[in-house]
């Protein structure tokens, strides 16, 4: 065998290792919200039961004795009931107030101070950064589970 046909699995890795600009890390990290987004809020899958009234109650005592409580959860499940997602927050806000101050035209001044870098797996502050994706970590133990979870490496 030649020398110069075998390759080392390191710089085979590095050469299959895909490096992102930061344009398509945006993009990335932009998908990942809209994803994460997608799965924050679903509509109660039990909101139209319609409960038995042989059915014994949680707050029953386990003694027999039941406990009379005062209705005050109507206002939770109407909580529960009529939840909105972010975005019909928004259109509402917009209907009802269009003119400043409301979410959309808050703006603040940046920051006098640098940017602060967390990392991506477990929340401290970090100093390191993924090659091909950008995310960042704080120790090697924090870099294996994030090369564990799906990196574009």
């Known amino acids: 065998m030649n020398s110069s046909q075998r390759e080392s699995v390191r710089q085979k890795d590095a050469n299959a290792r895909r490096i992102l600009d930061e ?7 932009r998908k990942a919200l809209e994803a994460l987004e997608q799965d924050n809020f679903h509509d109660d899958p039990h909101a139209n039961l319609v409960l038995s009234k042989k059915i014994p109650k949680f707050e029953e005592a386990l003694d027999g004795k039941q406990t009379r409580r005062r209705k005050s959860k109507n206002f939770e499940n109407f909580k529960q009931r009529f939840r909105k997602s972010f975005a ?4 509402e806000e917009q209907v009802n107030r269009p003119e400043p101050p409301n979410y959309t035209s808050a703006l603040v001044p940046p920051s006098k101070f640098p940017e602060r870098h967390f990392c991506a797996v477990c929340g401290f502050p970090c100093n390191y950064t993924c090659l ?3 995310a960042r970590y704080c120790s090697v133990k924090c870099l294996g589970t994030h090369q564990d979870t799906p990196c574009l490496h």
């Open 132 to 134: 091909s994706c950008g």
């Open 88 to 91: 019909q927050l928004l259109e």
């Open 23 to 29: 344009a398509a890390r945006r993009r990335r990290a």
